[in-house]
């Protein structure tokens, strides 16, 4: 980060939400001369610290970067080498994004044409750039799509597989990479292993001694509507809060009341863990439990016991262990350390090299980390620079179009209301609740300058805030970093507001994520009597 | 364990220009250090303990405390070892009667004019150099200031601060980047303030606490310790340190978490680990106590 010469942060702002790493990148600017584009819909304490912000329309990050990468290849910009010997399916992608001329860039994204050429020729022309990106690109129903757009940026300038190149999806929690990586998600098993790859069941299968059935599973969203269906009926939710994480939060708690068993395992009594019929109350694993965690960079790090969790809670995996012997099955390996080995035999081509000894020597190791002697990986995809048999596969372009999000502003609902962190809280605020910020302002509605003239509030006025799906009411809090037509809430206060009440559980088809940057509301003064809120008259209000 | 890690990442590193050697002398013997190290690098490199108080590791030297000054060969002056950098053939002397009277005098001054009770080996420097602070006797000017206790997170005893800039530093430039505060007043006056000496909470601080982290003294210093100091609780023999990951975002910042019977009493981070070289946000430094929030609501 300290080394790059161009930075994108793409629907990113982390100098809020990931501090520390905004460290490495402010050393990069002051000591390098590192150059930041920020490319956020609002003018965030991140796109302060900018070369340049582009203020883009929420949602139209696909016809941004497609425009980007039209001008880059017409510019003569693109990087031949480096798409001839490592990329495919280049011609359909020059084709593809020929309709997304600068003109057009700037009638779709609401960013000048003169500055995505700007930021265009400035990644293109750079000889170490990143694009970094956090929910802004992924929390849309076209996430998939819009990454695939950043990676065509990417593989079109050969920014990848070097020193201080790449792309850096940063992650939100200190495993959410490593979640992945372990087969919690639907397709994998441990060691991102293809569940559907039969040669990888069967090495799991010999290992563990059960046959393990070969099909994808399900991703969030379409587990709720298979609950929805009643076609899931048991649910088992481990450290999650899905009735106020998730979107269309009222539609959420209708499909969990449908469930047959309920069973959450807890650290807290959360609104889910009260909707539960059994909770199961357990450890905080960052510190009253020891294990392992892998961050954004793919360190895998070890997290420590420190202090004495409270009596009568039990450890995650004793409680994994004591269901599996319950129901028949002796799961072997217990204690950390020997799950961890066990995935290093079940995995080794990613973590054989990473005995926990070796893991606190060096504060973490990067994987791919295959051999005891290995230093672990600090960046991946330089086989895409050799040639030949040691290339592997080739990089392949995808075609990508833009078409915003699902639910765009109309006259009943002339706003979009996009979502985000506070720097001093998280998430559903369950473990930031327990201190005392002095910068918290609890939950707001923030509003350009210019809306809040249009429709007479200003700062502090309690206004109500209703999409298709629900209302809530928040004081009002002018924000000279929106735009006109964007307004802003975030997730962390639903002792305020469940904001979710208003979000749409649009989702995107691949990853499952629901569309929680954009949906569309209606803002009024909360003294006024509105159209809107008598037609969700049935709809319970969030004071 | 850090530089082991960077070690480990300096083999995955495009290979940079290896930087020339320089020779030095100090007190007599022969070291070579890397091109622009200091004289206390290389002083380090022989083992050696130069007393240092401004100075910190992820800082940029500012190079104002006085107290790491030593003799060089063909100087008028003393110089100050955590800053001046080595060239060839420098002839340096650490420890003699004028060096160490100049420390003396510093810690003497020091001494004299701020509360340094809870500033870790500080009271070891003043009696290694035979400093005494009392001889100015009981009416010597001081700093001695009203403790500000303007928010929840932290407080801040400038009747304790030495200016040493290191808070300014952590703050500014190299690190946090926020510029909640800088050296206000001249002389006497100078001290560590806001702009217009406003509270924290109006001020442009962000509650990182960066600051405390590097603070030699405690003037700077989160609540929890300050109560614990002051109900006599506080005891650092009794604690336990663990380090673990910090569950607030993805980029794996080391938390060392500093337990006294049976809880966490403060976090702080490792300045060696290259994630955070000893860096954290609010949610880390004071984002812990809802697992010591145990009473039912």
């Not at chain 1, 880059?72 to 910009?77: E, F, M, S, V």
């Not at chain 1, 292993?193 to 090495?203: F, G, H, L, S, Y």
């Not at chain 1, 961050?295 to 895998?300: A, D, K, L, P, Y």
């Not at chain 2, 001494?111 to 290694?128: F, H, N, Q």
Request: aromatic share 6%.
């Amino acid at each position: 980060m300290e080394e790059t010469d161009v930075v994108l942060l793409w629907g990113s702002n982390a100098r809020n939400a990931h501090p520390i790493w905004f460290h490495h990148l402010l050393k990069g600017i002051r000591n390098h001369g590192t150059r930041l584009y920020v490319i956020d819909p609002r003018r965030s304490e991140s796109a302060q610290w900018a070369d340049a912000w582009l203020g883009n329309h929420v949602g139209s990050d696909i016809a941004l970067a497609n425009a980007m990468g039209r001008e880059i290849i017409h510019a003569g910009l693109c990087s031949r080498d480096f798409i001839a010997n490592a990329c495919s399916g280049f011609e359909e992608y020059a084709k593809g994004v020929e309709e997304y001329t600068l003109e057009r860039g700037e009638e779709l994204t609401g960013v000048p044409a003169d500055v995505i050429r700007e930021c265009a020729h400035a990644y293109a022309r750079a000889e170490k750039a990143m694009i970094c990106w956090t929910l802004g690109i992924t929390q849309h129903h076209d996430a998939t799509e819009a990454v695939f757009a950043l990676i065509n940026l990417c593989l079109l300038t050969g920014h990848i597989g070097k020193w201080g190149s790449g792309l850096n999806p940063l992650r939100g929690q200190n495993n959410v990479q490593g979640g992945g990586d372990m087969g919690a998600i639907p397709n994998r098993l441990p060691g991102f292993q293809q569940i559907t790859d039969p040669a990888v069941r069967e090495r799991f299968e010999k290992h563990w001694g059960v046959k393990l059935q070969p099909n994808v599973g399900w991703n969030l969203t379409e587990m709720l509507d298979a609950m929805d269906r009643g076609k899931l009926t048991s649910l088992f939710v481990i450290g999650e809060n899905p009735a106020h994480s998730d979107a269309d939060a009222n539609h959420v708690e209708h499909v969990l009341a449908k469930l047959d068993h309920l069973v959450v395992q807890e650290i807290y009594m959360t609104r889910t863990a009260e909707l539960a019929h059994v909770v199961l109350p357990t450890v905080a694993s960052w510190c009253e439990a020891t294990g392992t965690v892998t961050n954004s960079e793919r360190r895998v790090q070890l997290c420590r016991k420190a202090i004495e969790p409270p009596e009568g809670t039990r450890d995650e995996l004793w409680i994994i262990n004591e269901i599996g012997t319950r129901l028949g099955k002796d799961l072997g390996a217990t204690g950390p350390e020997a799950m961890w080995n066990e995935l290093r035999v079940l995995a080794p081509h990613m973590y054989e090299g990473m005995t926990y000894e070796r893991l606190a020597r060096y504060d973490g190791l990067q994987w791919p980390c295959p051999s005891a002697d290995h230093p672990g990986t600090v960046f991946l995809h330089d086989r895409l620079w050799k040639k030949g048999a040691e290339r592997g596969p080739a990089a392949p372009f995808n075609v990508v179009h833009h078409e915003g999000p699902v639910e765009k502003p109309d006259a009943e609902y002339p706003f979009t209301l996009t979502t985000g962190r506070h720097l001093d809280a998280y998430n559903t605020g369950i473990q930031t609740s327990g201190y005392s910020s002095p910068m918290t302002r609890g939950e707001t509605l923030d509003i350009s300058p210019e809306d809040a003239d249009r429709i007479g509030i200003t700062s502090g006025i309690r206004v109500r805030v209703a999409s298709r799906r629900g209302s809530v009411v928040v004081p009002a809090r002018i924000d000279e970093g929106l735009r006109p037509g964007v307004v802003f809430m975030t997730l962390h206060y639903p002792d305020d507001a469940v904001t979710n009440m208003l979000t749409i559980n649009a989702s995107d088809l691949a990853a499952g994520t629901a569309e929680f940057k954009a949906c569309a509301v209606s803002v009024e003064p909360e003294t006024s009597v509105s159209p809107a809120r008598s037609a969700l008259g049935a709809m319970p209000a969030s004071a | 364990m850090s530089s082991a890690h960077q070690q480990l990442v300096r083999l995955s590193r495009p290979s940079s220009k290896p930087k020339a050697m320089v020779e030095i002398s100090v007190d007599g013997e022969a070291v070579s250090v890397p091109e622009g190290s200091t004289i206390l690098d290389a002083c380090k490199k022989l083992g050696k303990d130069i007393p240092t108080l401004c100075w910190h590791q992820t800082l940029t030297p500012a190079n104002v405390c006085r107290v790491c000054m030593v003799e060089l060969e063909g100087a008028r002056t003393l110089v100050p070892s955590c800053s001046r950098e080595v060239e060839p053939g420098m002839k340096v002397k650490t420890r003699n009667e004028r060096v160490d009277l100049t420390r003396r005098l510093v810690l003497e001054m020091l001494g004299s004019s701020v509360d340094l009770s809870i500033s870790p080996g500080t009271p070891e420097m003043i009696a290694e150099y035979d400093a005494r602070p009392e001889r100015f006797g009981p009416d010597a000017a001081n700093v001695a200031r009203p403790v500000k206790d303007d928010n929840a997170l932290y407080v801040r005893d400038y009747s304790k601060c030495i200016l040493c800039y290191r808070c300014v530093q952590a703050c500014g430039d190299d690190h946090q980047n926020t510029f909640a505060i800088a050296v206000a007043g001249r002389g006497f006056d100078a001290h560590i303030s806001t702009e217009f000496d406003t509270p924290l909470p109006n001020s442009a601080c962000v509650y990182c606490g960066n600051c405390i982290a590097v603070c030699p003294t405690g003037a700077l210093i989160a609540r929890r310790e300050w109560q614990m100091r002051g109900d006599n609780t506080w005891d650092e023999s009794k604690q336990t340190t663990t380090d673990t990951i910090c569950p607030y975002c993805g980029v794996g910042c080391t938390l060392t978490l500093h337990v006294q019977d049976g809880e966490i009493v403060k976090a702080t981070s490792p300045f060696g680990n290259d994630v955070t070289l000893g860096n954290l946000c609010i949610k880390g430094r004071f984002g812990w106590q809802h697992v010591q929030n145990r009473e039912a609501d």
